[in-house]
């Protein structure tokens, strides 16, 4: 059984910083990926990045490349999502997501295991 906790959103003006945290639940995360997904409201949930555990390799859309960045802390089972420079496109729930396989696919049904969201509100 894999849980997913994510924390850290909140409400900032534009321009401001926020960093989410994803706290992971499982036997072992050795061969996964996790990743952080962006559900803008009315819109889909979307990638946004995903980092594998065992090495840290990274992947990015481009709406988060340049701008956010996401890490890990292998002794806490942590992923995290630092973005700065925000917008107010970037409002919406943010969740955290584990791929099993490691492969870090932009599409998210390939995602098995997801948290419940984290909310961010980025004000003009």
């Known amino acids: 059984q894999v849980q997913v906790v994510e924390s850290g959103g909140g409400s900032v003006q534009a321009g401001g910083s926020l960093t989410l945290q994803c706290a992971a639940s499982a036997r072992t995360l050795r061969t996964y990926g996790v990743g952080w997904f962006h559900q803008a409201p009315g819109k889909e949930r979307e990638f946004g990045a995903a980092i594998r555990w065992t090495g840290g390799a990274t992947t990015y859309a481009d709406s988060m490349k340049g701008r956010f960045t996401i890490s890990r802390d292998t002794a806490k089972n942590t992923v995290y999502l630092q973005m700065n420079s925000l917008k107010p496109e970037d409002t919406g729930i943010y969740y955290c997501?584990?791929?099993?396989?490691?492969?870090?696919?932009?599409?998210?049904?390939?995602?098995?295991?997801w948290g419940q969201g984290t909310q961010v509100t980025v004000s003009s």
């Open positions: 997501a584990i791929d099993p396989s490691g492969l870090l696919p932009h599409v998210k049904e390939r995602w098995r295991y």
